[in-house]
């Protein structure tokens, strides 16, 4: 075919179809699951629609919203102004700070501390900028371990300092209120996507798995691709294809592509953790939940939930919908098994919450594909759209980008600069395709504030230590 075979349907690909597409270019997207959306869309268990896990929508994903406003729903998200936080034994006394006041201010220090840093591609931990931080007290640092560890399934030694410093800075720049679906993900964001993709004339096909390419010279020749119907068809790959994979299916594809990529064979060494999610219905609504998301502080398996059955539309009871950030620790046990430890745990927040109530549970823990989270070190491997191929383009929320720019932003800017890369191959006379940039906190006035407030942090460091020891 010529024109672009967009490889895997999720967002990062959606987006790239849709971007082509607007080139007036032909384009079709081929995409192993029967739907689209990836880990941003919803599958039918059970015969119910089921999350890949909740979504939120950031002010700062400047890319994302603005597909958003392109696709026409903006009205489909709701915003959503507190992020609570449960202690065990404290329901339904939510929180919207869990450390005391002194430990806030000093990791408020932190920030602008953070934020002061001018990392290169090989920064540091977050481990390791959160223990060598003289002033910070432990429970100010395992509080912010564990909300990394339930929003990424990174532990803080896996987490890129300079992406955590990115993303605050990010979170700086765009003040406002996150964004979450009125309801599930492919009803109200990834539907009515694939609804403009295919009105605007992009061909969707679903249950195409592509397992295996040829190339030949400086261009990709052949996709073999398996249909649902289990058969295998090897076709020309014609025009220009951008791969829109997970970093473990690129890397499988085999080192002609790998070693391809810019950086080489970068992409072989990222690293992805699966993010759980556990959904459990109720039999009643259970009394005193928020309709917005809940952190479970401290909880061992780094739970978070929200009641979809307040802040989506058509539910009468409870259904908790809880996002499992160390669902790793939970590999060896059965389905059934791991239920029961992560009910258990969700118990000793919810006291009302007895087995009786439950009517139904979907446990998905997503061991076959996992989440990228940016690693210390990992931006010289995130692999660029452009390759060594003259024909081949990548895309996926694992590709190079600003520190800080993770998940869906990541997913949507890296199929943006995808289009952008077969834009200057086939459209060069059209303009670039728009990339919103997120924008940064200059080190040096960050600095400057540092220096202005090293003796106060210093003041309050030591008033805790007298009063509370270490
Ligand atoms: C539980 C959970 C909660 C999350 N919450 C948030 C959140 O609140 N906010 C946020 O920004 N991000 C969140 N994310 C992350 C976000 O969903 C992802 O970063 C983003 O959707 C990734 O998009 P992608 O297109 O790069 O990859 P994917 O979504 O992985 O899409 C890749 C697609 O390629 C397809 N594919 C794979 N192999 C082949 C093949 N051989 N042939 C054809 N197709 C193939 C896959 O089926 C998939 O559809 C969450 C992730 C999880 C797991």
């Known amino acids: 075919m010529s024109g672009v075979t967009v490889v895997g349907g999720g967002l990062a690909g959606m987006t790239a179809a849709w971007t082509l597409r607007g080139l007036g270019l032909p384009v079709r997207l081929l995409e192993a699951a029967p739907g689209l959306g990836g880990m941003a869309g919803s599958r039918v268990i059970e015969g119910r629609t089921e999350d890949h896990g909740v979504h939120i929508f950031p002010a700062?994903?400047?890319?994302?919203?603005?597909l958003v406003r392109e696709l026409g729903i903006e009205r489909n998200l709701r915003k959503a102004r507190n992020f609570h936080q449960l202690l065990p034994g404290e329901f339904p006394a939510f929180r919207t700070a869990v450390t005391p006041a002194a430990d806030r201010l000093l990791f408020y220090y932190g920030v602008i501390d953070l934020l002061s840093q001018r990392y290169g591609p090989r920064d540091e931990s977050l481990h390791?900028?959160?223990?060598?931080?003289?002033?910070?007290?432990e429970a100010a640092i395992a509080d912010i371990e564990h909300l990394f560890v339930a929003s990424s399934a990174a532990e803080s030694p896996a987490v890129s300092a300079a992406g955590f410093r990115g993303s605050i800075a990010a979170f700086a720049r765009h003040p406002g209120p996150v964004r979450m679906p009125r309801g599930?993900?492919?009803?109200?964001?990834?539907g009515p996507f694939r609804e403009r993709l295919e009105a605007d004339g992009v061909e969707v096909r679903t249950g195409s798995e592509l397992t295996a390419v040829t190339v030949s010279g400086d261009r990709l020749e052949t996709l073999?691709?398996?249909?649902?119907?289990?058969?295998?068809?090897?076709?020309?790959?014609?025009?220009h294809v951008v791969l829109a994979l997970p970093h473990g299916r690129l890397s499988a594809l085999g080192g002609e592509v790998t070693g391809a990529l810019r950086p080489p064979h970068g992409v072989t060494e990222l690293t992805s953790r699966p993010l759980g999610a556990l959904h459990l219905y109720l039999r009643r609504r259970l009394p005193q939940l928020p309709d917005e998301h809940v952190r479970l502080v401290g909880s061992p398996h780094a739970l978070t939930l929200l009641d979809v059955g307040r802040a989506w539309r058509g539910h009468e009871?409870?259904?908790l919908n809880c996002v499992v950030g160390r669902v790793c620790r939970l590999a060896e046990l059965s389905e059934t098994e791991a239920v029961k430890v992560l009910v258990d745990e969700l118990s000793t927040y919810l006291p009302d919450l007895t087995w009786d109530d439950i009517e139904h549970v979907c446990y998905q823990p997503h061991f076959a594909a996992p989440f990228f989270a940016p690693g210390p070190g990992s931006a010289r491997f995130r692999p660029h759209?452009?390759?060594?191929?003259?024909?081949?383009?990548?895309?996926?929320?694992?590709?190079?980008?600003?520190p800080g720019v993770a998940g869906m932003e990541s997913a949507v800017r890296s199929g943006l600069t995808a289009a952008e890369s077969v834009r200057r191959a086939l459209r060069p006379e059209a303009p670039p395709v728009r990339i919103e940039p997120i924008g940064d906190i200059s080190p040096s006035a960050a600095r400057l504030l540092r220096t202005a407030l090293a003796p106060l942090a210093a003041a309050v460091r030591s008033l805790t230590t007298r009063t509370r020891g270490r």
Request: some cysteine.
């Open 184 to 190: 599930d993900l492919e009803r109200w964001f990834i």
């Open 317 to 319: 009871v409870t259904v």
């Open 128 to 137: 390791d900028f959160l223990h060598s931080r003289w002033y910070l007290t």
């Open 224 to 239: 073999t691709v398996r249909g649902a119907d289990g058969a295998t068809v090897t076709e020309e790959a014609g025009g």
């Open 385 to 402: 759209s452009a390759t060594a191929l003259a024909n081949v383009h990548i895309a996926g929320d694992h590709c190079a980008a600003p």
């Open 60 to 66: 700062w994903y400047r890319n994302t919203l603005r």
